[in-house]
C-alpha cells in the first residue's frame, strides 16, 4: 500500500510547478493599440532524446510540455538548442487588440485557463501620446472553500499573499520578522484548515463506500474536531501527518485506509484534490511587459531597460484578483516642431508687422 503524504505532494508541486522549466510570459503593446504575445519553456534533453522526439531539424517542441501552458492559444513557435543540452521552445501569438489577447490567455490551472481582461487607454495630449495598459488575472481562491479572510484581516491576508498594501512600512528588520511570525501561524492554519475540510467532505461524500465502519457517518462527523487535535498533537501543522495512522489509531480500525492508498480510486481521487490545491501555491511564470515609448509608471513592477517586470504566482491569485499595469508615454517630435514653426510664423509675423508701421510712420 502507497500512502499518501500531503508533505511529498508539496514538493512535487513544487518541483514541476513552471518555475522548474523556466517559462516566461513577454507582451508587447504596439502604439497603434495591436500586440504580441510570447511563451517561452525550457527542458534539459539528451542528443539522444531530442533525436527521438524532436527529429534532426527540431521539428517539435521541448519535452515535457509544461501542465500550465495552454499550446491551443499560441499562433507559431520554433525551438532551439541552447548551452547545457537546453532546449528552449518559443510560442508567438499576434493580437488586433488587448481584448482579443485576453480571450486566448496561454496559461492554466489544473487544465483550467487562467481567466484575464485587459484595457488599453490612449490619451493624445499634443506634446506627447500617452498610453495606459491594465491586465486583470481572476481570483482562484474560491478553491479554497474556507477564505483567508476568515484567518485575518484582509490587508494582512492581501499584504502575505501579494506584498500590497505594504503594512511593514517603516518598520525594522526585526519588527518586521515580528509581524510576520504573527502571520504566518494563522495561514498556515487556514490551509491546514482547509485540507482537513477536503478531507472530511470527501470522506463524508464516499462514506457508503468504507467496508465495516467503526462508526457513523453522523458520528464521524461530530467527531472531526476530536479527531484533528488528535492528529496535530505535537505537530505545527499537518503536511507531515500520516493519515492513514492517526485514523488507524485514532478508530482503531483501518477501515478508513482506502482514502489514503493511492493504488484505491477513492485514494487517487483524494490525491487529485489535494494535488489541485497544492499545484496553486506551486505556480509562478514571471510574467514582462514592453510598453510603447517611454514606461513613466511601472505599477507594481520593476523597470529594467523599458521592460516592465511582475511576478505572476498562484499565491497573488488567492486573496484577490492579481492587476498588472503600466504606463508609457511617446513623445511627439512633429508637435514641438510644428509648435516651434508657429513661434516663428509669430515672431515673423510681429517683426514684419512692426516693420511695416515704422515705414509708414
Known amino acids: 500500500m502507497k500512502s499518501i503524504s500531503l508533505y511529498f505532494l508539496l514538493i512535487v508541486a513544487v518541483l514541476s510547478s513552471c518555475q522548474k522549466q523556466n517559462i516566461n510570459m513577454h507582451t508587447v503593446i504596439h502604439s497603434d493599440g495591436t500586440c504580441e504575445r510570447t511563451v517561452s519553456y525550457s527542458n534539459v534533453m539528451t542528443k539522444e532524446q531530442r533525436d527521438s522526439l524532436l527529429g534532426e531539424h527540431l521539428n517539435g517542441w521541448s ?41 486566448q490567455t496561454p496559461l492554466q490551472l489544473n487544465g483550467v485557463r487562467l481567466k484575464s481582461s485587459a484595457k488599453l487607454h490612449k490619451r493624445f495630449r499634443w506634446f506627447y501620446t500617452e498610453y495606459t495598459f491594465t491586465e486583470t488575472f481572476a481570483c482562484v481562491g474560491d478553491s479554497f472553500k474556507l477564505p483567508p479572510v476568515n484567518y485575518a484581516d484582509e490587508n494582512i491576508v492581501s499584504y502575505w499573499f501579494t506584498g500590497h498594501p505594504n503594512i511593514t512600512e517603516g518598520f525594522s528588520g526585526a519588527e518586521t520578522m515580528s509581524k510576520l511570525n504573527e502571520i504566518e501561524p494563522l495561514i498556515n492554519k487556514w490551509l491546514d484548515d482547509n485540507f482537513v475540510n477536503l478531507c472530511f467532505d470527501y470522506i463524508v461524500s464516499h462514506y457508503d463506500s468504507i467496508p465495516n465502519p467503526p462508526v457513523s457517518r453522523q458520528r464521524f462527523i461530530e467527531l472531526e474536531d476530536s479527531l484533528v487535535k488528535f492528529a496535530k498533537k505535537g505537530k505545527d501543522d499537518i503536511l507531515g501527518i500520516q493519515a492513514d495512522k492517526v ?115
Not at 491551443?72 to 481584448?99: H, I, L, N, R
Open 63 to 103: 519535452q515535457p510540455m509544461p501542465e500550465c501552458l495552454n499550446i491551443d492559444a499560441s499562433c507559431k513557435s520554433y525551438t532551439e538548442v541552447g548551452k547545457d543540452d537546453t532546449v528552449k521552445t518559443t510560442f508567438t501569438c499576434p493580437f488586433s487588440s488587448v481584448e482579443e489577447m485576453c480571450q
Open 247 to 361: 485514523f488507524k489509531d485514532f478508530f482503531g480500525s483501518d477501515s478508513y485506509a482506502l482514502f489514503f492508498d493511492e493504488d484505491t480510486n477513492c485514494g487517487k481521487e483524494l490525491m487529485k484534490i489535494y494535488s489541485d490545491r497544492l499545484s496553486i501555491l506551486g505556480f509562478s511564470v514571471p510574467y514582462s511587459l514592453s510598453m510603447p515609448g517611454t514606461v513613466i509608471d511601472a505599477g507594481t513592477g520593476i523597470c529594467k531597460d523599458g521592460v516592465v517586470y511582475y511576478p505572476l504566482t498562484g499565491e497573488r491569485l488567492i486573496p484577490h484578483d492579481y492587476v498588472i499595469s503600466a504606463k508609457s508615454r511617446i513623445t511627439n517630435i512633429w508637435a514641438y516642431i510644428v509648435t516651434l514653426l508657429v513661434i516663428l510664423i509669430a515672431i515673423g509675423s510681429f517683426a514684419y508687422g512692426k516693420k511695416l508701421i515704422l515705414k509708414k510712420d
